[in-house]
């Protein structure tokens, strides 16, 4: 335990508590997971624009502010 204390103080790199760091990985994963999860609502909602379009549902002018989605 002590040389990987005195391995980080000579490397003059900040010691963090392992909790702190689990808790970090674990926000991490959870951000991932949220992440993960609209860029599928996004690629749904992207898909019901296209059917909507498609069935002259909605307006075929390009969304205003939407770089890349015609």
Do not use: C, H, N, Y
Request: aromatic share 2%; glycine share 8%; charged share 40%.
């Amino acid at each position: 335990m002590e040389d990987g204390a005195l391995t980080a103080v000579g490397s003059e790199e900040k010691v963090v508590p392992e909790s702190q760091v689990r808790e970090l990985e674990a926000k991490i994963r959870r951000l991932e997971r949220i992440l993960g999860q609209k860029t599928v609502d996004i690629e749904i909602l992207k898909e019901a624009i296209k059917l909507g379009r498609e069935k002259k549902l909605i307006s075929r002018q390009p969304l205003v502010g939407v770089d890349g989605f015609e």
